[in-house]
């Protein structure tokens, strides 16, 4: 890395990985290193990572070798894979990903850390330094997203006693939905529940608030501001939609269960089954809990895989395949319609996320249906995955954007440090 460059690291910590990428800290577009670490408290976890502008050091090669089994890829070292021995908790894992960082950059060349928080509850809606108090308060929300904050708080605490000096900011991936009209923040539930926190939150905001940011930069203000319907497809998946700039509904909920089947989490569900599968299967809360976050969506239906590689594969050969793709391409269908509704109408629609980027066939079938709204997919610029895949004439412009998480973080940094040189 160059010499006397200051570098700003973003880390993503999901429920069983944490991405991380390290960004100019003067110029927060450009990103320099990307990785992963998957399968954390999981058989074999994973640790990739790439660089985009130079080649990893011969050094990295020592340090697998000191402290890693069965590294791969280190004759192409612009990008490495390798098998951690220890990764059984975020903290492990965290603390791998310092080590190692500090190895190859060193921490004297970072700034600031920004980390995404899954949810901020009512209270944040910002980009916010992260002190003692604010830990003290995530803590307190810990219930609200017992999936992602304990592991997430896990990875701040060790950044700050590593490097106590290093400023730190959690940027909260509920924000973007914060003006969601009442309407449609509401749950059907007695209101003293609402008054307790208990409404739609709404996630993978950092997601929306770049492809937002890219639509505006690819298409113009005017088409920005238009009626959009944004679908990230990934392992989680949700819809926003958004007119005026501002989400006006989202289809995950209080938690990020809500909505969309997903890789393995349920999405919508009768909530009369709660009670039904407790007294026919003796089945509790915390069971009920596990199943629809960790069994259900495309691993339960299929009972294969919960990676839609693997279904699109298989589809042909296995029905329960065939019906778990057929299911998601469906519910995502119905609820495009849905927002349609709720917008009143629809002038753009915008995939993103591994699948909506990645599947030109999920996003084919998506969209198959949809053709009275006036979306019309062109077959061969949507196999190119090209940036507008609609036909053109077509009332409804369909676009491809790549999204970008790590840079919403990186510039919130940016801002944070700038605010705080300027005081
Ligand atoms: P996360 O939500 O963990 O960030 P991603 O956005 O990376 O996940 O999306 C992961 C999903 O994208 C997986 O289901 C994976 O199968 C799917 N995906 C990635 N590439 C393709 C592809 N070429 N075709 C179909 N699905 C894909």
């Not at 570098?7 to 990428?21: D, E, Q, V």
């Not at 290093?166 to 973007?176: E, P, R």
Request: glycine letters at 8%.
């Amino acid at each position: 890395m160059a010499q006397g460059r200051k570098y700003i690291l973003t880390i993503n910590s999901g429920s069983s990985s944490i991405k991380f990428a390290l960004y100019d800290a003067v110029n927060p577009k450009e990103r320099f290193l990307s990785g992963k670490i998957e399968r954390i408290g999981l058989t074999k976890p994973l640790f990739k990572a790439t660089k985009t502008d130079r080649f990893f050091t011969a050094d990295h090669a020592d340090y697998a070798d000191k402290n890693l089994h069965n590294p791969r890829n280190l004759r192409n070292p612009r990008s490495i894979s390798f098998v951690i021995r220890l990764a059984k908790t975020h903290q492990q894992a965290s603390g791998f990903l310092l080590d190692w960082l500090q190895d190859q950059i060193g921490f004297d060349a970072v700034v600031g850390v920004g980390h995404r928080v899954v949810h901020g509850g009512p209270k944040f809606t910002q980009p916010q330094r992260i002190t003692r108090p604010l830990l003290a308060e995530l803590r307190r929300l810990s219930p609200y997203d017992p999936e992602h904050l304990p592991s997430g708080i896990q990875v701040m605490e060790l950044c700050h006693q590593r490097q106590p000096k290093l400023v730190q900011v959690a940027c909260f991936d509920t924000a973007f939905h914060r003006h969601m009209p009442r309407v449609a923040k509401l749950l059907p539930l007695p209101r003293r529940l609402d008054k307790k926190g208990v409404q739609r939150f709404g996630f993978h905001g950092l997601s929306y608030a770049y492809l937002l940011e890219a639509l505006k930069r690819a298409a113009g203000a005017k088409v920005a501001r238009g009626k959009i319907v944004m679908a990230h497809l990934g392992n989680g998946a949700s819809l926003a939609a958004v007119h005026h700039g501002r989400s006006m509904d989202t289809s995950m909920g209080f938690t990020p269960a809500a909505g969309l089947p997903m890789s393995t989490r349920s999405g919508d569900l009768d909530p009369g089954l709660v009670w039904y599968l407790a007294r026919t299967e003796g089945m509790n809360a915390k069971q009920f809990h596990e199943m629809v976050h960790h069994q259900s969506g495309l691993l339960g239906v299929s009972g294969i895989s919960p990676d839609m590689r693997d279904l699109e594969a298989r589809q042909r050969k296995d029905v329960r395949a065939a019906e778990a793709v057929a299911l998601f391409c469906y519910q995502t269908r119905k609820w495009i319609g849905a927002f349609a509704a709720a917008l009143g109408g629809l002038d753009t629609l915008v995939f993103a996320g591994g699948i909506g980027e990645n599947s030109p066939e999920v996003r084919q079938r998506i969209c198959e249906g949809l053709e009275f709204l006036g979306v019309r997919v062109d077959r061969m610029k949507n196999k190119a995955s090209a940036p507008v895949i609609s036909r053109s004439g077509s009332r409804v412009a369909v676009r491809v954007i790549r999204t970008d998480e790590e840079l919403m973080i990186a510039k919130a940094v940016a801002e944070v440090l700038r605010r705080g040189n300027s005081q």
